[in-house]
């Protein structure tokens, strides 16, 4: 890849979070039963007119603002004609000369190099359905759920140069729409999705390749493996002496290639025209004002912020910046206890794996983030152990009750009495007069198979600071 | 005088997805260029400067609350089908 | 058919109304009159395209055991409605094969609203298929005749409608108007249409042809019957994004308080007198014109200067917009699907080819052709810019008078069959109507007496400015009621 130089650009789509689709007052909710959430409107039956939804207008503004767009007060939607048995109007209603945004920006970092990437547009457009095949019976079955439901398309400028770039552009898009709550980011179910226009030219170059489209990047994996192969395979036809073609090409991930779609797909010819059902969407100026005043901290604003003012790694940081509630979450329990690094640490360890057990949000528990913070006081102030912290804290998930009431009921409290500790502490060493043996001739490591026995009769409650005092005093 | 050849209007017809027979396309390219020949009059008006009107309508679109609502059940939308099961609408299998 | 229900059958919709809010008839009665006139004349002009028949006695029946409501102004009275408006329930064919027997569960906002005020509907007239056509005889079906020469033509598209009400088969009809649907088959068939402003009825359920230019609007005997379903008809409609929310005048009002037309100043283009009009139509029209002065108005000379241009850039703009109103068509979700599909690709062309008679297809193509990559700006927004050039002449001439009038078809009604092979002469007779739609103002066409030469009826249209149906109706009024209206047509063979 010396010689040559690729160049990314990527088209997103994100489904907008609402509960009704961007035409019609069918419900937006996944997996319903088929053709339940479709209606003369969506279904494209006759003499039906498509009626706008606010907040996808809303949402679609928002995200604009986000990525530093221009978001035009005035904007219009247009008709993009073709026939396919999932389109029912056979077009669909997007935007084409003038969509709700454009000219915004994006910055990635990527192994350590801040990238400015442009983002052409923004607009708003109605999903398809869905064809689903079957083998058996030579037929292909059509379900209507989804036409209609509303998309942004985020076309980005072609300012990419490598895999890791356009991976780290998408993951922050990612993060900055489920930040903004205007999309799900569910992947697998669709909701975010990506095509790559790829093409490579010699370094120094200014003219572009010739570019392939790919798609079916359901995941940043197949966007990064995808891109990765496709640059070189189009370096393989250069340097074969061949030319790239510009076509359209299907990422398949069991094999890890791109197929071409050549001869399957026709030449088209959208024939976009203004759609003389819907007057240009008019967005008032309040409107405009309101939403931008109310613009969340975005992911990498407040990722920075979480390094400087609570003295986080980048990459802990990183972490929890990825989800606006985990970072809300991690915000609020260190107010409480005011300990950033424990917070951190026990989110990323006790809570994450809690929360991946139960394939669950931290926006879907039962637990405060002011529990968390006071579980992170109790074990730095000794009132419990990190080991018992560790314990309750599924219970303590589930049940949204506070730690200390909730340890001091159940009796876990740590004993930091000398006198209890001391009586245990003498227990273990008469009852193992071999391995004190042992550990005066010099196995100090023995240290910790005493401080086992002691946690076994205290029932994990000792002090463990304490037990190790006594245990070296007694021992000598 | 504005000519249409049948080439033309056999690839119109496949972006429209209809399948004229030769003698329909002779006539609709003979029809066509009559009709575009008479059209050629606009270019004689000067319209620099003049901003499109795409339609009559004044106002802007007023925009619908997002809530969803059931407007019909399956059974209405998949009633005209010319070929459904309970659940879907059929089509010859794609690709 | 009986006396008494030949009798019921030539009363005005404002009479009928009447008479059945008092009880002098009942709802039985007076739609069993309209379906012997239908049996009566059915065979002869071929108006209707589905027949409700049996089932409307029972409707008009049940009206009958509740009695009559003041809050339905049309309670009991019989219409009829074009298919190019959906019916809930009842089969709705746009005039074309490629619907099959589609029977939408939802009604057109205009005919829930005609429902809601108590109307019996008949059934569904006869049209134009798609509405593209100035004779109706582009009906995939039967071609309709003209009640008051059943060798004519009624015009079109909605002329089912014209010929239904003009014979007598019904109170009133709703049809649509692209480029002159209502006015020129009501010029053609003798009685009164309007088209009202764009945006004052709701296109909900109107099997669109050409979007930005398609409006619903009443087929009537008389102006009064016109108002009083304008009035049923109009409003705001939240599922129609271009209807305007602009609250309905009082139209009733408006006839009530205008007399005479004194103050009126009627501008009369230069552009409407023009070669080509018929001499029977031209001396038609002045003698209205003359009465109109006769009763208190004022002519105005006004210009309309780029009428000459308007054919053309309706026919690049109204195809545009049918091609890609009419893709839904694919034999996937309703309607007719060819035979046995080979494949997909087979099923959509076969389905339209043969669902698709010639004129929609020539339209279809030609919207196609005209929005294709690399002709859209010589076509569609050069015909967008001339359509803004001939808004603004409207206002001009507008500004300076309070109507306008002209003829709305330069003939009367001519032979069927005479015009089909040429597709470009057909739509030159939209020559005085289609500009109107592309300014989106309102218009209506009166009865203004028989041609001298044919016997056949000509029609006057007068045009008003946006939303100023109220005005227009009332103006329209006082000189129909002067000049007369010719009532139900024989329609019967060999009138």
């Known amino acids: 890849?010396?010689?040559?130089?690729?160049?990314?650009?990527?088209?997103?789509?994100?489904?907008?979070?609402?509960?009704?689709?961007?035409?019609?007052?069918?419900?937006?909710?996944?997996?319903?039963?088929?053709?339940?959430?479709?209606?003369?409107?969506?279904?494209?039956?006759?003499?039906?007119?498509?009626?706008?939804?606010?907040?996808?207008?809303?949402?679609?503004?928002?995200?604009?603002?986000?990525?530093?767009?221009?978001?035009?007060?005035?904007?219009?939607?247009?008709?993009?004609?073709?026939?396919?048995?999932?389109?029912?109007?056979?077009?669909?209603?997007?935007?084409?000369?003038?969509?709700?945004?454009?000219?915004?920006?994006?910055?990635?970092?990527?192994?350590?190099?801040?990238?400015?990437?442009?983002?052409?547009?923004?607009?708003?457009?109605?999903?398809?359905?869905?064809?689903?095949?079957s083998a058996g019976d030579n037929a292909s079955y059509v379900d209507l759920n989804r036409s209609g439901v509303p998309l942004i398309e985020i076309v980005s400028e072609p300012d990419m140069r490598s895999a890791e770039e356009a991976v780290a552009y998408l993951k922050a898009l990612h993060a900055i729409v489920v930040y903004l709550g205007v999309c799900d980011g569910n992947m697998e179910e669709g909701s975010f999705r990506c095509d790559a226009n790829v093409s490579i030219r010699p370094k120094g170059q200014q003219e572009f390749g010739t570019r392939a489209e790919l798609k079916n990047l359901n995941s940043f994996r197949n966007v990064q493996r995808a891109i990765e192969y496709e640059i070189a395979r189009q370096q393989d036809v250069l340097e074969d002496g061949d030319a790239v073609v510009q076509e359209t090409r299907l990422y398949d991930a069991v094999k890890n290639v791109t197929v071409s779609m050549r001869g399957k797909e026709e030449a088209h010819d959208y024939r976009y025209f203004p759609d003389p059902d819907l007057m240009p969407v008019r967005i008032a100026a309040e409107d405009l004002a309101r939403w931008r005043a109310d613009l969340p901290e975005l992911p990498q604003?407040?990722?920075?912020?979480?390094?400087?003012?609570?003295?986080?790694?980048?990459?802990?940081?990183?972490?929890?910046?990825?989800?606006?509630?985990?970072?809300?979450?991690?915000?609020?329990?260190?107010?409480?206890?005011?300990?950033?690094?424990?917070?951190?640490?026990?989110?990323?360890?006790?809570?994450?794996?809690?929360?991946?057990?139960?394939?669950?949000?931290?926006?879907?528990?039962?637990?405060?983030?002011?529990?968390?913070?006071?579980?992170?006081?109790?074990?730095?102030?000794?009132?419990?152990?990190?080991?018992?912290?560790?314990?309750?804290?599924?219970?303590?998930?589930?049940?949204?009750?506070?730690?200390?009431?909730?340890?001091?009921?159940?009796?876990?409290?740590?004993?930091?009495?000398?006198?209890?500790?001391?009586?245990?502490?003498?227990?273990?060493?008469?009852?193992?007069?071999?391995?004190?043996?042992?550990?005066?001739?010099?196995?100090?490591?023995?240290i910790s198979f005493f401080m086992g026995q002691i946690m076994r009769k205290t029932k994990g409650k000792a002090n463990p600071a304490l037990v190790t005092e006594l245990l070296q005093k007694k021992l000598g | 005088m504005t000519t249409i050849s049948t080439e033309q209007v056999a690839a119109i017809a496949r972006l429209a997805r209809l399948a004229p027979d030769e003698a329909q396309l002779e006539t609709f390219a003979r029809q066509f260029g009559d009709i575009l020949g008479y059209m050629e009059m606009l270019n004689g008006l000067d319209t620099t400067g003049v901003e499109p009107l795409y339609s009559p309508v004044q106002h802007a679109t007023a925009l619908r609350p997002d809530e969803a609502a059931p407007r019909c059940t399956r059974e209405d939308v998949l009633r005209n089908a010319p070929e459904a099961d309970q659940e879907f609408f059929i089509v010859p299998r794609i690709v | 058919m009986s006396d008494t229900s030949t009798a019921i059958v030539s009363l005005s919709l404002a009479d009928v109304r009447d008479r059945l809010a008092r009880r002098e008839l009942t709802a039985e009665q007076v739609t069993a009159a309209c379906l012997d006139r239908i049996a009566a004349t059915e065979p002869a002009i071929a108006a209707l395209l589905t027949n409700r028949g049996e089932a409307v006695l029972a409707e008009a029946r049940a009206l009958d055991g509740a009695g009559p409501d003041p809050a339905k102004p049309l309670w009991g009275v019989p219409l009829t409605v074009k298919d190019a408006l959906t019916t809930a329930g009842t089969r709705t064919t746009c005039g074309s094969r490629i619907l099959g027997d589609f029977t939408p569960h939802y009604d057109a906002f205009a005919v829930a609203r005609l429902r809601e005020a108590g109307a019996v509907i008949l059934g569904k007239t006869n049209m134009d298929e798609f509405a593209m056509g100035s004779s109706t005889e582009n009906s995939a079906f039967a071609p309709t005749r003209n009640p008051w020469n059943v060798a004519r033509v009624p015009g079109g598209s909605s002329g089912g409608s014209a010929a239904s009400v003009a014979a007598g088969q019904c109170f009133g009809s709703l049809g649509t108007d692209t480029g002159g649907s209502i006015r020129q088959p009501a010029s053609l068939c003798g009685c009164v249409g309007l088209k009202p402003t764009y945006g004052r009825v709701s296109r909900f359920g109107l099997v669109a042809y050409g979007s930005s230019l398609d409006q619903i609007g009443p087929l009537t005997r008389t102006v009064e019957d016109a108002a009083l379903l304008l009035s049923v008809i109009a409003g705001h409609d939240p599922r129609d994004a271009t209807s305007a929310a602009l609250p309905v005048d009082d139209y009733m009002g408006a006839l009530a308080a205008r007399k005479?037309?004194?103050?009126?100043?009627?501008?009369?283009?230069?552009?409407?007198?023009?070669?080509?009009?018929?001499?029977?139509?031209?001396?038609?029209?002045?003698?209205?014109?003359?009465?109109?002065?006769?009763?208190?108005?004022?002519?105005?000379?006004?210009?309309?200067?780029?009428?000459?241009?308007?054919?053309?850039?309706?026919?690049?703009?109204?195809?545009?917009?049918?091609?890609?109103?009419?893709?839904?068509?694919?034999?996937?979700?309703?309607?007719?699907?060819?035979?046995?599909?080979?494949?997909?690709?087979?099923?959509?062309?076969?389905?339209?080819?043969e669902g698709f008679g010639d004129e929609?297809?020539?339209?279809?193509?030609?919207?196609?052709?005209?929005?294709?990559?690399?002709?859209?700006?010589?076509?569609?927004?050069?015909?967008?810019?001339?359509?803004?050039?001939?808004?603004?002449?409207?206002?001009?001439?507008?500004?300076?008078?309070?109507?306008?009038?002209?003829?709305?078809?330069?003939?009367?009604?001519?032979?069927?069959?005479?015009?089909?092979?040429?597709?470009?002469?057909?739509?030159?007779?939209?020559?005085?109507?289609?500009?109107?739609?592309?300014?989106?103002?309102?218009?209506?066409?009166?009865?203004?007496?028989?041609?001298?030469?044919?016997?056949?009826?000509?029609?006057?249209?007068?045009?008003?400015?946006?939303?100023?149906?109220?005005?227009?109706?009332?103006?329209?009024?006082?000189?129909?009621?002067?000049?007369?209206?010719?009532?139900?047509?024989?329609?019967?063979?060999?009138?």
């Open chain 1, 1 to 133: 890849m010396a010689l040559y130089e690729a160049v990314i650009g990527l088209e997103v789509h994100a489904q907008l979070r609402t509960r009704s689709k961007l035409f019609c007052s069918c419900s937006t909710a996944f997996g319903a039963a088929p053709n339940t959430n479709v209606c003369e409107v969506c279904s494209g039956m006759p003499g039906v007119l498509p009626v706008p939804n606010a907040r996808a207008v809303e949402y679609a503004a928002r995200m604009g603002m986000a990525v530093n767009c221009t978001v035009n007060p005035v904007s219009v939607f247009a008709r993009k004609n073709y026939f396919y048995p999932d389109l029912p109007k056979g077009y669909q209603i997007s935007q084409f000369e003038t969509p709700i945004c454009e000219h915004g920006h994006l910055d990635i970092t990527v192994n350590g190099q801040t990238r400015r990437i442009g983002i052409t547009r923004i607009h708003m457009e109605d999903d398809a359905g869905k064809n689903i095949h």
């Open chain 1, 301 to 446: 604003a407040r990722r920075a912020r979480l390094m400087e003012q609570h003295g986080l790694s980048e990459q802990d940081a990183e972490v929890l910046t990825a989800d606006r509630a985990l970072a809300d979450f991690f915000e609020a329990a260190t107010a409480v206890c005011g300990q950033p690094k424990k917070v951190s640490n026990m989110m990323q360890g006790a809570l994450l794996r809690e929360l991946n057990q139960r394939a669950v949000t931290v926006d879907a528990i039962a637990m405060r983030p002011e529990a968390l913070g006071e579980l992170v006081r109790i074990v730095e102030a000794g009132l419990i152990s990190a080991k018992i912290a560790n314990d309750i804290f599924g219970e303590l998930l589930e049940s949204g009750a506070m730690p200390e009431a909730f340890v001091k009921e159940r009796g876990l409290v740590q004993i930091s009495d000398t006198s209890a500790i001391e009586t245990a502490v003498d227990e273990a060493i008469a009852e193992n007069p071999a391995e004190v043996e042992a550990y005066k001739g010099g196995k100090t490591k023995l």
């Open chain 3, 260 to 353: 005479d037309l004194s103050g009126v100043r009627i501008g009369v283009p230069r552009e409407f007198r023009g070669e080509g009009i018929d001499p029977e139509v031209s001396a038609a029209c002045q003698a209205a014109l003359d009465k109109a002065q006769e009763l208190g108005a004022s002519i105005v000379d006004v210009e309309l200067p780029h009428t000459p241009y308007s054919i053309a850039a309706y026919y690049i703009i109204a195809p545009a917009e049918a091609s890609s109103n009419l893709a839904r068509f694919d034999g996937v979700r309703y309607g007719r699907r060819a035979e046995s599909p080979r494949d997909l690709a087979d099923l959509y062309v076969r389905s339209r080819a």
């Open chain 3, 360 to 495: 929609v297809q020539r339209r279809i193509m030609l919207g196609t052709y005209v929005l294709s990559s690399g002709y859209y700006d010589a076509y569609y927004r050069k015909a967008a810019q001339v359509r803004r050039l001939i808004r603004e002449d409207y206002e001009k001439a507008l500004a300076r008078c309070d109507v306008l009038c002209g003829p709305a078809s330069p003939v009367t009604a001519w032979g069927l069959g005479e015009l089909t092979s040429d597709p470009l002469k057909m739509y030159m007779m939209d020559v005085f109507t289609l500009s109107l739609n592309l300014a989106g103002l309102p218009g209506l066409c009166i009865p203004v007496g028989m041609g001298g030469r044919s016997g056949m009826p000509v029609g006057l249209q007068m045009l008003g400015r946006a939303f100023g149906e109220g005005d227009l109706l009332a103006a329209a009024n006082v000189l129909s009621g002067a000049l007369g209206v010719p009532g139900v047509a024989p329609a019967c063979e060999g009138a």
